[in-house]
């Protein structure tokens, strides 16, 4: 299913469109407890996923998914991933993980200004690189798209690292 982007008005809460399956009987049930809480059933199916969130460990015997979201959450998804790689590598889904190892293996030699440029280096991510290389990142990890195109993206980086 494709997501459309809508636009909302100035100070207006944006919220994701998530389409799901629900055995009868759960929904029903769901149903019932939403009207008993006065709420709709997308507002109820929302209260009950943050409820689930504050019980799930995150690390077994550990934190709570929600103790994390401090930690893990970002306005912009390659900050999200970054995140999310640095604290639960082991969390990361398949998809994650190809572009992950990019970000982590990637390098390239600069003949102009004689340096490597990477992503990821002894020190920590280079946040801003991969941000402003994030689409072709994505396409090179996905096989969507090829190394010369994400060379370029890097060469047309302002800052090098190092």
Known sequence: MTEVKRKTKVGAPRT????????????????????????????FVEWAIERALTCVPIIDGGETVMDASVQLW???????????????????????????????????????????CRFKDGTGVDTNLVRDCWREIKAYALDSGVMEELNSAMLQHDSVPF
Request: overall charge positive.
């Open 16 to 43: 994701e469109v998530f389409a799901m399956r629900f055995d009868p009987k759960l929904k029903y049930l769901s149903e019932i407890a939403a009207r008993r809480q006065r709420r709709s059933l997308a507002n």
């Open 74 to 116: 970002a306005l912009d998804e390659p900050d999200r991933l970054i995140k999310l790689a640095l604290k639960y590598q082991d969390l990361l889904s398949y998809d994650e993980q190809l572009i992950w190892r990019v970000i982590c293996d990637h390098s390239m030699y600069n003949k102009e200004t004689k340096r490597i």
